[in-house]
């Protein structure tokens, strides 16, 4: 799941705790200042890619192919920030970033690359476009906040877009997983059927049902937690504002 990357802002910032939680050591924050930069300006070349295809064909259908590469190419990098979270060098959980990145990974690749007559649907675009603004707002985050300069404006829409984004990302890719399941039905694609040496079979069809299935507990349960987060995070600012 993914608008999924707009996950609760652990990596940086860290919890006011008793005890400090050591950040990384200045050759990681080179490094992951690096990493979140190059993020950043990749899902920005998206973005331009998108608007410029849209103003030179004047419609928004088929626009997924003037983006499909930076789009597998920078999706499949965010497969660094497990890599990030299992070397220590950022305390976000393993798990939880494992399973946002790999679900959309998953999307990109056994879905939208592999089911080819889905990647004129509307619902990819719908949440191409999420992600894209989502990555966007996340690098550009975590890179401040890692040169401890974090304007308010972006820690605000960190905050804020993901109102609207995780939903409308969440559409899309179940939209894109319903389009994908009557071709995946007829060509047996990644399906495996007995008999064979392995006495081992898997029906990809209804795989991709269980996962369909599989937003219904978590959707709300991750939206809801960061609905606490941003009053959490954004509350106090706010209130302040309010006594102006």
Request: proline content about 5%; overall charge positive; charged content about 15%.
């Amino acid at each position: 799941m993914s608008a999924p990357a707009m996950g609760p802002s652990k990596t940086i910032q860290g919890d006011a705790a008793p005890r400090k939680k050591r950040g990384p050591g200045a050759l990681a924050t080179a490094y992951l200042v690096i990493y979140n930069v190059v993020m950043t300006a990749g899902w920005l070349v998206i973005a331009v890619g998108l608007v410029r295809a849209y103003l030179a064909r004047g419609s928004y259908h088929g626009l997924y192919y003037s983006i499909e590469k930076p789009l597998k190419f920078f999706q499949t990098g965010a497969v660094l920030e497990i890599v990030h979270c299992a070397a220590g060098i950022v305390p976000s959980s393993l798990v939880l970033t494992g399973f946002q990145v790999l679900s959309r990974v998953f999307l990109t690749w056994a879905v939208t690359h592999s089911v080819r007559e889905v990647q004129s649907e509307d619902s990819v675009l719908l949440f191409v476009t999420a992600w894209t603004v989502t990555e966007i707002i996340r690098y550009s985050f975590y890179t401040f906040s890692l040169l401890n300069h974090l304007p308010y404006l972006i820690k605000w829409a960190r905050y804020t877009f993901f109102i609207v984004l995780y939903p409308m990302g969440v559409s899309g890719e179940l939209l894109t997983i319903y389009a994908a399941l009557p071709y995946v039905q007829k060509t047996g694609l990644y399906s495996i059927t007995l008999p064979n040496k392995y006495n081992f079979s898997f029906d990809y069809y209804s795989f991709l049902i269980l996962a369909m299935v599989s937003y219904i507990p978590l959707f709300p349960q991750l939206y809801f937690h960061m609905l606490r987060q941003r009053k959490k995070v954004l509350g106090h600012a706010e209130d302040f504002s309010k006594t102006d």
